[in-house]
């Protein structure tokens, strides 16, 4: 985090009794030493005339809420008997670890905001004016930060030579670093390795201008041979082995809309719109780059763009994807030929499946949105096959280019930062440590969980997972809107839900990751190659599930711990903390445990409260989609959800001159919202076993509990980029860090009260919603 120097605290800001700044507060610092200055020098003048009148005055003692204090302005020594009693002073940790919590804490603060008016801006505001975005960054808030530090953990564990006797998983990993590292060959290589690859997949028709062979193309041979290079199968429309959502024992064929190069939001904006244009213009110029006549690129990826836009012109939108029962509809395939007869749904499924398995006509799918796969019937019979092999073959093209040469890459930055606002690329040893550990997160992770994972850790969140749910439960039991049959089976999923905290036992079974990556091979000088060889790989390890039950504790579902995240399953009903996040800003063990509760606490009861958000609700205590709710109490969460919906759809962000989707970000804000909820009452709960705990340095004047609040809202102390905002609002599913403040906070009548905040003000409103 990002600052310069220690801020400093004064009493009044949570002393308040009122929404006014007090007259001390609205002094500056030089005008208070000499208050102060001034005040002594009286002070001792007057004890000197009047020293002969009694002893008894001269103990008197001033309360130490009268006094103003800060840590740049202390009493001297040799009057402190006379004016704070020991009695009066909580106890400070002097401990190394609470004297950094507390400069980090320092640092962010912002101290002429009040509390009360502005809790994200007290407790961030130094942090937002101080920080500056790196111009290969999006944005910067605790998240980024501390995966920077874990970026650099992994790059000295890949960095290391492969041992004789290395294990063949990170062996195939350090192999996979280097590839990508290797510029020299990446250079020498050229384009030849995606020019060789379009040849292979059919030609791309605008490199190959008159000499395209229109007869040898049909869109769904295009997917096979996608499948078996290793590239997306989607482009046209999602093809998946997934979890059956209403027996989550079993697999299930899942279809559903294609996915986009450019989200739909924008795409449906027409040609005009300037993210649209700017992607049409990165499309030519690779184009170009490849070897394509500019003139000939820019009519025909027009083309083939305009086609991109009918297919989210017919795709569902992202508010109408919340309702999961409206998404499945289960129909075999006998039934999708009938009803879609243009698509040749045997042979579709099965040449994607092989060789691991072959379905009849009895066959049951889920199809998510039916009516897209009419109307991408409609839309490929009147659409030429030159545009709809221009629109794919740049989907390969585009998924290739960050493999390739610096040129193309050159290319590819002046897009993204059009889209997002970064202007540079991270350094290649921070990609290439992200390809790696996105691809083989399992391989990296255990490599770093080995060396750089506490022990200790995983046993205090346990701890605090526990604490956490049990307040949850508290809260089932106690709201009011809830029927005893909805009531009881709320309780039941709670006490059901599985954890996940920090990384696998499995993950160091060196026998196990051997056995996983079996058949996996690398180059250390074929970099898109290798990378193809680890998507494939991934796809025949997910087809070849579809007949297998699903083991919902299956190591292999919850090992990346090498991710600074959290997560919720409804198929599985757990949460999951991998060991990335248990750390930093988030989570120590050598740290008071207002701290924790307050950070990484948050976090444990959102992810406790997805199971209860408008998505999570819908699936009961084993993971399936089954409408547990008693029809009255479904009305009343509606309704409760629609004030959180309404409430944050009201927030303005300023910068972009943007509202919130609040439709979008319900399921977030429902969570957030309910685990800080959580988190504060199971704070209490440890503090009556444990005892209040130690203040820290230079914030003593603020109480655990406040503490608790600080802790929670420096975790979403953030910085954006205005392209990175606007991106983030019209796709994203989470309100900015300014909002995840301001609204769950301003929901609760307990920060009111341990703040001092005026019925009225702004962190205190005289409406407040509450879900749970």
């Known amino acids: ?109 912002d101290e002429k905001t009040e509390p009360c008016d502005d809790f994200y801006n007290f407790a961030c505001g130094a942090f937002v004016k101080n920080t500056r975005i790196p111009d290969d960054k999006t944005s910067v808030n605790t998240f980024s930060i501390i995966t920077d530090q874990l970026q650099e953990q992994i790059r000295s564990l890949l960095d290391e030579p492969i041992a004789e006797n290395e294990p063949r998983p990170f ?28 040849r292979r997949l059919g030609g791309w028709p605008v490199l190959d201008g008159n000499n395209w062979d229109e007869r040898s193309f049909s869109w769904e041979e295009s997917v096979y041979r996608f499948r078996h290079a290793g590239y997306s199968v989607d482009y046209f429309l999602d093809f998946s082995i997934s979890v059956d959502v209403k027996n989550s024992t ?92 243009k698509i040749p749904w045997l042979q579709y499924v099965n040449r994607l499946l092989a060789p691991h398995v072959q379905v009849s006509l009895d066959e049951i799918t889920i199809v998510n949105v039916p009516k897209y796969l009419s109307d991408l019937e409609g839309l490929l019979e009147i659409t030429p096959k030159r545009v709809q092999a221009n629109y794919v073959m740049w989907r390969v093209a585009g998924a290739s280019v960050s493999y390739l040469t610096e040129e193309l890459r050159r290319r ?44 200790k850790s995983k046993a205090k969140a346990l701890e605090m997972v526990d604490d956490i749910r049990q307040q949850f439960s508290k809260t089932l039991s106690e709201v009011d809107w809830m029927d005893s049959m909805t009531r009881q089976a709320a309780l039941d999923k709670a006490q059901a839900m599985a954890s996940h905290i920090a990384y696998p036992n499995e993950m160091m079974d060196n026998n196990k990751l051997t056995e996983f990556y079996s058949g996996l091979e690398m180059s250390s000088d074929k970099l898109m190659e290798s990378v193809l060889n680890l998507t494939l790989f991934g796809t025949e390890y997910l087809f070849s599930k579809l007949r297998e039950p699903v083991n919902k504790t299956d190591w292999l579902g919850h090992g990346r711990p090498a991710v600074v995240n959290a997560f919720y399953s409804s198929i599985e009903n757990s949460i999951q903390f991998p060991a990335g996040i248990l750390q930093g800003t988030f989570f120590s063990a050598k740290r008071p445990a207002y701290m924790n509760y307050g950070a990484i606490g948050f976090v444990i009861g959102h992810e406790i ?76 709960a440890w503090t009556k076993r444990h005892g209040e705990e130690p203040r820290l340095p230079g914030l003593e004047n603020f109480s655990p509990r406040q503490m608790f609040w600080l802790s929670a809202a420096s975790t979403w102390c953030s910085v954006y980029r205005n392209e990175a905002i606007k991106l983030r609002i019209t796709t994203g599913f989470h309100a900015p860090g300014r909002f995840r403040v301001l609204g769950p906070l301003s929901n609760m009548d307990e920060f009111a009260t341990d703040f001092n905040c005026p019925p009225g003000s702004p962190m205190n409103p005289h409406k407040k919603c509450k879900v749970w």
């Open 609 to 684: 409260t997805h199971g209860f958000d408008d998505q999570g609700r819908q699936f009961d205590k084993n993971g399936n989609l089954v409408d547990w709710w008693q029809e009255s109490t479904k009305q009343k969460y509606l309704e409760k959800a629609k004030c959180i919906i309404d409430q944050y759809s009201n927030y303005t962000v300023k910068e972009v001159g943007m509202k919130l989707n609040g439709v979008n970000t319900q399921g977030e804000n429902i969570a957030d919202n309910g685990g800080i909820k959580e988190a504060y009452y199971a704070y209490q």
């Open 250 to 341: 079993k697999r299930i064929i899942d279809l559903d809309q294609a996915s986009l190069g450019l989200s739909r939001e924008y795409l449906n904006r027409g040609f005009t719109d300037k993210l649209v244009q700017a992607y049409y213009e990165y499309m030519v110029d690779i184009a170009i780059l490849l070897g394509a006549d500019r003139a000939r690129a820019e009519v025909e990826l027009k083309d083939s763009l305009q086609f991109e836009m009918k297919l989210a012109n017919i795709s569902l939108p992202l508010e109408k994807r919340r309702n999961a029962t409206s998404l499945y509809n289960p129909m075999t395939i006998a039934e999708l030929q009938n009803k879609f007869p």
């Open 412 to 455: 590819q930055l002046a897009y993204v930062t059009a889209l997002s606002g970064k202007t540079e690329r991270e350094s290649r040893w921070k990609e290439c440590a992200d390809t790696t550990s996105a691809s083989m997160s399992i391989a990296v992770g255990a490599l770093y969980i080995r060396k750089y994972f506490d022990e």
């Open 171 to 198: 062996a195939l990993a350090k192999t996979l670093y280097q590839a990508c590292m290797n510029r020299t060959a990446i250079e020498a290589r050229g384009v030849q390795p995606l020019l060789q690859m379009l």
């Open 1 to 109: 985090m990002s600052g310069d120097g220690e801020s400093k605290i004064s009493t009044t800001y949570h002393m308040r009794n009122n929404s006014k700044q007090s007259f001390w507060m609205l002094r500056t610092k030089l005008e208070k030493r000499l208050i102060l200055a001034v005040a002594v020098a009286t002070v001792l003048a007057v004890a000197f005339l009047a020293a002969f009148i009694t002893t008894a005055l001269l103990k008197r003692a001033t309360n130490v809420n009268d006094a103003p204090q800060t840590s740049e302005l202390r009493v001297p020594e040799q009057l402190s008997p006379a004016i704070i009693s020991k009695e009066d002073q909580p106890a400070v940790c002097k401990d190394p670890d609470c004297v950094h919590t507390a400069s980090k804490l320092l640092m962010n603060i």
